[in-house]
């Protein structure tokens, strides 16, 4: 089992930034893609970015320039940038990794961005 913790949500004004931490504890051997999705209310869970265990990253096209993901050296942490913060990044953001093919999830943290 892994378990996922993220970190780093809250409130800003639009045009703010954030930076979303996520830590993976438990059977951390081998996480392949780690990464961060979102849903807002009333809508589908949506991927943001992703980023493989060979550094590969993967941006939904939304946030492309404004996000920035990455992982720490052990693989075991990963990070969500978020500049230029607009009213519509509102959402709950959930940090995934993919481990053996089992999908785990993290419980989410909230991004509000006000105007």
């Known amino acids: 089992q892994v378990q996922l913790v993220e970190s780093g949500g809250g409130l800003v004004q639009a045009g703010g930034s954030l930076r979303l931490s996520c830590a993976a504890s438990?059977?951390?051997?081998?996480?392949?893609?780690m990464g961060w999705y979102r849903q807002a209310p009333g809508k589908q869970r949506e991927l943001v970015a992703d980023m493989s265990r060979s550094d590969n990253t993967n941006y939904a096209d939304s946030v492309k320039g404004r996000f920035t993901i990455s992982r720490d050296n052990a693989k075991t942490m990963v990070y969500l940038q978020m500049n230029s913060l607009k009213v519509e990044d509102t959402a709950v953001y959930y940090c995934?990794?993919?481990?053996?093919?089992?999908?785990?999830w993290g419980k989410g943290t909230l991004v509000t961005v006000s105007s």
């Open positions: 995934n990794v993919n481990r053996y093919g089992v999908m785990y």
């Open positions: 438990g059977s951390i051997l081998r996480l392949d893609t």
